[in-house]
């Protein structure tokens, strides 16, 4: 008879290891995507921060006007080349820049805050002094 009750139970112990590991499974994995997504919700716009300067580095200024949006052939309303060229061609105060990381430190003590629009990446100034409201 001691044969017969002997897996009693067995089944109920393996079921809930099996629902154990799947929450903890569960829970690494929210864990994971919310530190990824952390780390990687701003990588689009700052890889075309990166593309920007290093077009801007290689003096091909004609691609960097094409990131804010803007071609020769159809430039921006409010942003034509030349002032886009005012702004960043090499005769700029802008035209030598220190370091980026969306904002952009020229050197003493002047700083440009840029944005990336998050649909298209084309890049502008930012609209505001500080970070945008909310954030």
Not at 12 to 37: C, F, N, S, T
Not at 40 to 67: C, G, I, N, P, S
Not at 116 to 133: A, H, K, M, Q, Y
Request: aromatic letters at 14%; a neutral charge.
């Amino acid at each position: 008879m001691a044969g017969y009750l002997a897996n009693y139970g067995a089944g109920d112990e393996r079921r809930e290891k099996l629902i154990r590991r799947l929450i903890i499974a569960a829970a690494v994995v929210v864990v994971a995507g919310g530190i990824l997504y952390y780390f990687l919700k701003d990588f689009r716009q700052e890889r075309q921060t990166r593309m920007f300067f290093a077009l801007l580095e290689k003096h091909d200024y004609q691609a960097a006007y094409q990131l804010w949006g803007c071609t020769e052939s159809k430039p921006c309303r409010d942003y034509p080349f030349k002032d886009f060229m005012d702004d960043w061609g090499p005769k700029s105060a802008r035209g030598d820049v220190g370091a980026y990381h969306i904002t952009v430190d020229f050197g003493k003590n002047q700083q440009e805050k840029l944005w990336v629009e998050r649909d298209d990446l084309t890049i502008g100034f930012s609209p505001w002094p500080g970070c945008p409201p909310g954030r």
